[in-house]
Every structure is written in structure tokens, then in C-alpha cells.
T-cell receptor
Framework: QKEVEQDPGPLSVPEGAIVSLNCTYS??????FMWYRQYSRKGPELLMYTYSSGNKEDGRFTAQVDKSSKYISLFIRDSQPSDSATYLCAMRRNSGNTPLVFGKGTRLSVIA | KAGVTQTPRYLIKTRGQQVTLSCSPI?????VSWYQQTPGQGLQFLFE???????NKGNFPGRFSGRQFSNSRSEMNVSTLELGDSALYLCASSLAVSGVWVDYEQYFGPGTRLTVT
């Protein structure tokens, strides 16, 4: 079993829809959780970062962490065609400068 | 502020050859990490350097190596290339004070697309 599992999609939604992206993980030591967005032929860029459990909102984006279920989510409200990209979840342990562990990414297409 | 730069952007090599990729971090960032991204395995951690020292290493064979210079620029080298080494190689830099990440954010470069034929 991989440490981080993420449905690769592709996921196709109409413009304006609410998008839900999810990851599950197996290592209970993970404490920092991130969502990255990667456009084609570009490097990933950080969208959201949360520590431990709870919700965090930033504009149209909401990140949720449920450590009891080892499950994290990213919600995108009022999705736009410009949101079409691959979304990667990433996480790391709370010890020193341990490396990030990434999900494989979910490819999202928002259709106008 | 200039972002992370990687050179070259695209590279085609033949099996058995070696290759060196370069990464210039954001000014002031002293931690540089390298990742390999493939459709099958996703983003996988290769190694991380801080102050010219390798601090973390992923599960890759010894053919993959790297180094960091005193100006924080980093290079990674892959020797005896195999077809399976075809991938996007990403470099990411982080702000680290006294060896500890300050904000845990990694800023990624655009990557080097390596094709091995």
C-alpha cells in the first residue's frame, strides 16, 4: 500500500460546479498537509497548506483534514476553466526537515 | 523576486550516457530538493541539500547523485541512463534558517524534461 493514495481521474465538471478532490494516507505521523496545482508543462505551485486537523479557507478553495480517518480534501467553489490542471496532495511528518510525500495527482478539467 | 530556474528545459539522451541537470533556487533559499515525476509513479523524492550537505535521500539507485554549491545552486547527475529514467525532473527550493524550514513551503521550478532513447 502506498503511503498516499489519490484518484488520478480524470475529473470533468461544468464551469461553476463545486469540485471535491481527495487523498487518503496510511502514515499517522503525517502532520503537514498541502495541495499543489500543476499546469501542463509547469512545476507544481502551492495552493493550500494546513497543519494537523481542521479546515482552512482561501477564496474559492477550502482544505479539510480529518486525521482520525486519514483523509484530506480540497474543495473548489465556482470552478473556472482556468482551474483545469492536475492537483497533487502532499504531506510530511512533524520531525525535522523530512521530505514531502506526494499523491499521484488528479487531473481536473472544467468545461465552459 | 525571480523564481526557481532549471536548465536545460528539455534534454534527449541515449541509454548508457550520463546527464547533469542544474537548478538555481530563489535568492536567499538554502534548501534545494529534487524530485522525479513520471505518469506511473507520480512525484518521487530524490534528495535534499542544505548548505552543501545532503540531508535526505529517497529510494533511488546510486546512479542518481547530486551536489550543492556554496551559492546554493544545485546539480543532479544521472549516470548510465536507462529508458526508465525518462521523466520530468523537478527542483524545489525552501527558505531554511539554521537548517530548519521556516514556512514549510517548497517553490518548484518548471522542471527538466529528460527523454532517454
Amino acid at each position: 500500500q502506498k503511503e498516499v493514495e489519490q484518484d488520478p481521474g480524470p475529473l470533468s465538471v461544468p464551469e461553476g460546479a463545486i469540485v471535491s478532490l481527495n487523498c487518503t494516507y496510511s502514515n499517522s505521523a503525517f502532520q503537514y498537509f498541502m495541495w499543489y496545482r500543476q499546469y501542463s508543462r509547469k512545476g507544481p505551485e502551492l495552493l493550500m497548506y494546513t497543519y494537523s486537523s481542521g479546515n482552512k479557507e482561501d477564496g474559492r478553495f477550502t482544505a479539510q483534514v480529518d486525521k482520525s480517518s486519514k483523509y484530506i480534501s480540497l474543495f473548489i467553489r465556482d470552478s473556472q476553466p482556468s482551474d483545469s490542471a492536475t492537483y497533487l496532495c502532499a504531506m510530511r511528518r512533524n520531525s525535522g526537515n523530512t521530505p514531502l510525500v506526494f499523491g499521484k495527482g488528479t487531473r481536473l478539467s472544467v468545461i465552459a | 523576486k525571480a523564481g526557481v530556474t532549471q536548465t536545460p528545459r528539455y534534454l534527449i539522451k541515449t541509454r548508457g550516457q550520463q546527464v547533469t541537470l542544474s537548478c538555481s533556487p530563489i535568492s536567499g533559499h538554502r534548501s534545494v530538493s529534487w524530485y522525479q515525476q513520471t505518469p506511473g509513479q507520480g512525484l518521487q523524492f530524490l534528495f535534499e541539500y542544505f548548505s552543501e550537505t545532503q540531508r535526505n535521500k529517497g529510494n533511488f539507485p546510486g546512479r542518481f547523485s547530486g551536489r550543492q554549491f556554496s551559492n546554493s545552486r544545485s546539480e543532479m547527475n544521472v549516470s548510465t541512463l536507462e529508458l526508465g529514467d525518462s521523466a520530468l525532473y523537478l527542483c524545489a527550493s525552501s527558505l531554511a534558517v539554521s537548517g530548519v524550514w521556516v514556512d514549510y513551503e517548497q517553490y518548484f521550478g518548471p522542471g527538466t524534461r529528460l527523454t532517454v532513447t
